[in-house]
């Protein structure tokens, strides 16, 4: 099922129509975990990283409004080991193409570790996968990489969450086309799309 923005419904209110969701964790995939720490890095030192993923600020500001409205509701934000293998390496690539000057890129890097630790530890880890659960997958070597695959087996075969907020366009079709699932998916570009209807 695909999280849904309404003209006539405030946001608000409209996070009532998912609460069956939200008794569950979140589980954060690479995209949004990389808008939800990094942004909050270059808020506060005024830096660029985000542009590397192609978010913003703006963007920022918007992921921080989603996720107040899912708070309301406690729930704990996950991650696979995947996808936090994702995040390392696109701030390391992503400190290495900002800052060219290996000194200054060393820096800003050590800067980055030191902000984002205290972020990370609040997050929860799903670790319970081998990998027999990857290669029996019905997407293995195929069009999902291995932290979306995590994922899939974190929600479908562990049932330990029941929201994914992604970014990715085959994770979003892989739930949206199944009409059944009990799991919920949040597309942040389906949302940013429609950014106008939160309120400032």
Request: aromatic share 12%; with cysteine; glycine share 4%.
């Amino acid at each position: 099922m695909l999280f849904e923005l309404h003209k006539a419904i405030p946001p608000s209110l409209l996070i009532t129509n998912y609460n069956k969701f939200l008794k569950h964790n979140i589980l954060f995939d690479t995209g949004p975990l990389f808008l939800y720490i990094i942004g909050n890095f270059d808020n506060k030192n005024k830096t660029r990283l985000l542009s590397l993923f192609g978010y913003t600020l703006d963007d920022f500001n918007l992921l921080m409004k989603i996720i107040h409205l899912f708070r309301k509701s406690q729930c704990n934000f996950v991650i696979t080991p995947y996808i936090f293998h994702e995040l390392i390496k696109h701030i390391q690539d992503g400190c290495k193409k900002v800052y060219c000057d290996t000194n200054q890129c060393k820096k800003i890097t050590e800067e980055v570790s030191k902000f984002i630790k205290p972020i990370l530890e609040e997050i929860q880890e799903e670790k319970d996968m081998v990998k027999e659960d990857f290669m029996n997958h019905s997407h293995f070597l195929g069009k999902l990489e291995v932290g979306d695959i995590s994922i899939d087996i974190v929600d479908k075969q562990r049932q330990v969450c029941s929201v994914i907020f992604t970014d990715d366009k085959h994770i979003k079709e892989e739930y949206e086309d199944n009409k059944n699932t009990q799991i919920l998916v949040i597309h942040f570009t389906s949302i940013r799309n429609n950014a106008f209807l939160f309120p400032d």
